[in-house]
């Protein structure tokens, strides 16, 4: 490999994000930007969270970090089960609320498909609302080769077992409530599911709807109707196109629409009256042998492309076909602000795509991942949004070699900023495969499980690395056991293409179930600098070189708390050039 001084590069790659950004930025309607100020790690967020395990409670606490537990997928790994009539979980809001979400397992239906049940809410004593609940796109069962299926039999087979346990029921309240309020979920007479596991509860303070904007066409100007169960889709598209031709806004009100099949766009702009108002849903999933792109949410097909203030929720309840996907396709400036996307296969997934920003939103209980930035996207920034529950890595940047159909090409100058990850039960917090400039920074991740909290690889027929970044990160109980191996809290690993001006620092690691900083080697070679980390606590060693790693690592300033194994642990002597200063 032809070694390149660090420091140039790293210059190098600043230069890049830094004009990547300014160019996003100016391209992209201004609005009030919430994130956290500079240097702070995950995403700031409107609700406050509050776990089960952290409040008052009369039912049975859960721990574990046991592949197939229901409290490893908790967020911190501890969950409250409520089983007996009366028991019951109470939480002190700490700011005033109107809304709670809340992370909840039941049970599975004995022949697969879930159930529905109801749990009581109390406001200070007082009766607030029956919350429903189901488990329909919930639990999948793993034999032992790893597979998910649907049925509940699997988990029988030796080493079989289930996952995918929490979903999330978000409720509107019908009045504000004040900071002090004493919030109790409870098992009451007519809550009947069997158990009930509470992973935690988010309060926030939902404003009101926004309205349409003077520059907008109402979706129901054209035949849309908000909560009928009807499908909506021929007036989406009608007013799509009108919005188009007229060079105005798409608006979709407060209520609910069904929508069956995906809207394509093109120099428009799409909003909504807020991530908790305007709700896009479908009631059935394409054919197994149907598009790619699935039948719901929006599919970038040009440039000037505007989407914001919705709430996505689909129909997916395994990981592979049929396909459903919050955003998807191929666009030129563009911006996603304030979506709430559930429930899909993937929350976004686009590649080919340039100049955009994708700020301040949530994605939840999506089969696979948050989002993906895939195949010959350059100039992408990913900042301030908050994934949890997802089946895949909660944000990747995804760069391979075996995708066709104008998909060819590595990314560049993309930059993951500020965002936080939870909870995700099959994949990384952040996985980066191959690419140019490709960065991580100040983000949080917690509870990754069962593989890294951070992953740089030129795995999955990945492009090289010509310059990746993973600085100032919170990385806490992640790594975890699977495909017969231990992932690190962040692991690099090079079993293809070469990596190159690979730059780790300024990160804190906590709880780590396994290595540390975990480096592992393959076909190419490695060029690493891992300085400045603090590595509170780990089980395993603080940086682990695996014997098949080859190329040069430098270590610089790294501190180690209570490590379980070895500071550093270098399994592959000289084959790799190692300094340590």
Sequence with gaps: MNWLNNRERESKMKQYLTAGVALLLSCCVQSADTSAASGAAGADVPFITCFAADAEYTGTLLQSVKRGDIAAEAVTRRAVRLEREGDRISFKAEKPFNSIVVRCCIPDAPQGGGIDATLSVLADGGPAAKLPLHSRYTWLYADSDGGLLEDPAVAQKPGGFARNFFDEARLLLDREFPAGTVLTLRKSAGDDAPFYVIDLVDFELVPPPLPCPPDALPVTEFGATADDGADDTAALRKCVAEAKKQGKKVYIPRGVFRQDGILELDNVTVCGAGMWHSTLMTHVLPSDKGP?????????????????DLHVIGFSRRRGKPFQRGVVGSGENFELRNLWIERCGVGIWIGNCRDGVIRNCRFRNNK??????????????????????????????????D?????????????????????????????????????AENNLVRGAQPVAGIQVSTGHSAWPFDGVTVRGNRIVDCGGVNWNQKFGSIWVHSPGAPIAGAVIENNTIRNGLNDAVKLQGGKSEIELVCRNNRIQSTTGDGVRILGNVRGKVTLDGNTFGAVGGRRLRNDAGKAVGLLEK
């Design 292 to 308: 790619w792109n699935g039948n719901l949410g929006f599919r970038l097909a040009g440039r000037n492309i505007r989407v914001s």
């Design 368 to 401: 696979a991942d948050g989002i993906n930035v895939n195949n010959n996207s350059h100039r992408v920034l990913i900042e301030n949004c908050h994934a949890r529950g997802n089946g895949d890595d909660s944000f990747a940047a995804f760069s391979n070699t």
């Design 403 to 439: 995708k066709g159909g104008g998909l060819v090409g590595s990314n560049s100058d993309i930059l993951f900023r500020r965002n936080t990850s939870e909870s995700n039960w099959w994949g990384n917090g952040i996985g980066l495969y191959g690419g140019v400039n490709i960065a």
